[in-house]
């Protein structure tokens, strides 16, 4: 707890400030709880979620009063909320004081509920001794920072260094609205000052301005300064866990009567003597039902006293406690008295049957608290009474005086129960913005998960026609490679075939001159190795790239096989960058160059030819002119060549006759 509180507290010139961290439900904490939810994974969020639901399971309940009694403190009212107001206690001596618990007037609103009243949107709290009046300023307040969503209706816990002090001052510097006349004003239903788990503001003195007399006749008998410090709180205790307890009921008061008596007692016996510093004593619980029910003429009594005493005839009987009912004070749910350290071994309660209590009246309380060193020393112990029980076998046993419990549960040490009802507020303030803040995550991950489907279903799409596109072009390339095959068989090997069978016929014609025959037979070799050559480039034209590796050169030589019988004419220009080619289009510009010429000899009847070659960094044309027949038709092996090298290919007729054909490939 005092590492979360050096975390919201801070000095500042010397007092501990009260910063945007301090809830009005929290005695270690702030609305916001400090948490920057959007710099938590949703998994952090989730877990601190579920943290927050099962510590709300063990938390008091926040449960209000009801009917009538006494409120608490309200200042004189004012027109402006700069007007200042204050309240001081005395504590008639120095204690060790380390937190104070101010609880606010809350005010039934038909529009939102049950709201704080008049509470001060800015004070400060100082202490000192007797020999230090001016104190000096152990916290200040901002309602703006403290609470920026607005206050809730628990108790604000407000932690500070341990101090020596004998008073205690709260200084209202900007006063809010009351609600039923908007006037500015300072109200508080409990101030408690807690030194350890005692409240040493018990029933001490208050000091507090002057307020007319005029406006003291018209204010309620509920609101005075002595009931700032009476232990009267507007919350019932519902701690919510332990086993419920069904309130202790006597038989009426005239049963005293019939044993001549007039006195109904309660005794106990602590079993050794204690110093007994405080007594509470639990009010009967009320219906549950609404309206609630009231048990006229049953519970805590109009008039008792409480004596303590060492020897168990009470011979040495000290008087603790002796109470008359005031107008206002019928239903506080705890009545609490502080009384000097007196050491006890028996406690007595007395209940006098007098004018003021009905013959049928019937005794009845929740619990007997006998606090010493801040323990209740009675629980355990049980009562005896020379009144009995309203039934021998009822649940409202006299047990039930000391056995820690009410009709909601266990009951809980002061300083507890309100710092369980603050932790509570702050916990139920933060669970929406943690569950606003997981919606909005959830959200974005739903639209991300919508944009995750979307790119999901465009990447199958992508994917799908990725596929297609690939298969249309694997098909285009399988009818490109076919068309390829079909073209280099018909124009390489063909031409290759049609060349060797015109050396057979020129070989046949030569066979009585032995060295042209040789000539002829080794041409005839060479044209078998070429063609096996081009018959390995058609299966694999890695295999072949050695063909055609100077363009050149084999269209000068292919030019001398076949046109050996026909004058021909062979013009170059840019050697050079017909060596850049890329080989695969070489071959192709030769195999188109050879299908050419096979074309001249098997179908001009051509007598001579013109070869005009071309080329530069941008294009490559070949020209070949004959003077056959002549036609205007584009031989569909050279088209089908031409398509494969992408070139653009023509034919003309000159004006002497024969035939013209031009290709045109534009390098890239």
């Given at each position: 707890m005092l590492d979360f509180i050096s975390q919201i507290l801070h000095k500042k010139n010397g007092v501990l400030w009260l910063p945007f961290v301090l809830s009005l439900a929290s005695c270690f904490s702030n609305v916001s709880h400090a948490v920057e939810f959007e710099n938590q994974s949703l998994?952090?969020?989730?877990?601190?979620l579920a943290e927050i639901d099962q510590r709300l399971g063990s938390l008091a309940q926040m449960s209000l009063r009801t009917g009538d009694g006494a409120i608490g403190y309200r200042s004189n009212r004012h027109s402006n909320a700069d007007a200042t107001e204050w309240v001081e206690i005395d504590l008639e001596q120095i204690y060790l004081i380390d937190q104070i618990v101010l609880t606010p007037v809350i005010w039934r609103d038909f529009q939102k509920g049950f709201t704080t009243d008049a509470f001060p949107l800015q004070f400060r709290i100082l202490a000192g001794t007797e020999s230090d009046p001016k104190g000096r300023i152990l916290a200040e307040y901002d309602a703006q920072r403290a609470a920026p969503q607005g206050m809730g209706i628990a108790p604000v816990i407000i932690p500070i260094e341990p101090t020596a002090a004998s008073w205690v001052r709260i200084e209202a510097t900007q006063l809010s609205l009351r609600t039923f006349d908007q006037y500015y004003a300072f109200e508080l239903s409990e101030l408690l000052i807690f030194s350890g788990a005692t409240n040493v503001a018990l029933h001490q003195p208050v000091k507090a301005p002057n307020q007319p007399q005029s406006r003291l006749k018209r204010l309620s008998a509920s609101w005075s300064k002595s009931y700032l410090v009476d232990g009267s709180v507007p919350y019932l205790m519902n701690s919510s866990t332990g086993e419920r307890s069904i309130s202790y009921l006597s038989r009426p008061m005239d049963q005293l009567t019939k044993g001549k008596t007039t006195t109904a007692f309660f005794n106990v016996d602590l079993g050794t003597s204690y110093p007994i510093e405080q007594i509470n004593l639990h009010a009967i619980e009320k219906g549950n039902t609404v309206p609630q029910s009231n048990m006229d003429g049953a519970g805590t009594p109009p008039a008792f006293s409480i004596e303590g005493a060492n020897n168990p005839d009470f011979s040495d009987a000290i008087v603790l406690v002796d109470y008359t009912e005031h107008l206002t004070s019928s239903d506080e749910p705890i009545m609490m008295w502080d009384v000097p350290d007196t050491n006890c071994r028996y406690i007595r309660l007395s209940v006098?049957?007098?004018e003021r209590i009905t013959p049928d009246f019937q005794i009845g309380f929740a619990e007997i608290e006998l606090i010493a060193n801040a323990q209740n020393v009675a629980l355990g112990k049980e009562f005896t009474s020379n009144i009995a029980p309203r039934h021998e076998a009822s649940s409202r046993s006299i047990?039930?005086?000391?056995?820690g419990r009410n009709l909601y549960g266990d009951i809980l040490p002061m300083h507890n129960w309100l710092e369980q009802?603050?932790?509570?507020?702050?916990?139920e303030t933060e669970r929406p913005l943690i569950l606003a803040e997981i919606g909005h995550r959830y959200a974005q991950q739903k639209s991300?998960?919508?944009?995750?489907?979307?790119?999901l279903a465009a990447a199958v799409a992508a994917i799908c026609f990725t596929i297609l596109i690939g298969r249309n072009i694997r098909v285009k390339q399988a009818a490109q490679i076919k068309e390829r095959f079909a073209a280099d068989l018909h124009d390489e090997l063909g031409a290759n075939l049609h060349t060797i069978s015109l050396l057979s016929d020129l070989a046949r014609d030569s066979v009585d001159e032995r060295d042209e025959l040789i000539g002829l037979l080794d041409e005839m070799r060479i044209m078998s190795e070429r063609s096996g050559k081009a018959a390995r480039y058609c299966t694999n034209i890695l295999e072949a790239e050695e063909l055609c590796e100077d363009l050149q050169d084999e269209i000068e030589k292919m030019s001398r096989r076949l046109l050996a019988d026909i004058q021909y004419t062979l013009n170059f220009k840019g050697k050079t960058e017909l060596g850049t080619l890329r080989t695969k289009r070489r071959i192709d510009l030769y195999l188109f160059y050879k299908e050419s010429l096979v074309n001249i000899i098997r179908h001009s009847g051509a007598s001579e030819v013109t070869i005009d070659i071309s080329a530069s960094m941008n294009r490559v044309q070949f020209v070949i002119t004959d003077n056959g027949s002549g036609t205007t038709e584009i031989p569909p092996s050279l088209a089908r060549r031409a398509r494969l090298l992408k070139?653009?290919?023509?034919?003309?007729?000159?004006?002497e006759g024969g035939t013209s054909i031009t290709l045109n490939l534009k390098r890239t």
């Open positions: 998994n952090g969020l989730e877990t601190r006098a049957n007098n047990k039930a005086l000391t056995d009802l603050a932790e509570r507020h702050r916990l991300n998960l919508r944009v995750m489907t979307w790119l070139a653009k290919i023509t034919t003309d007729t000159p004006v």
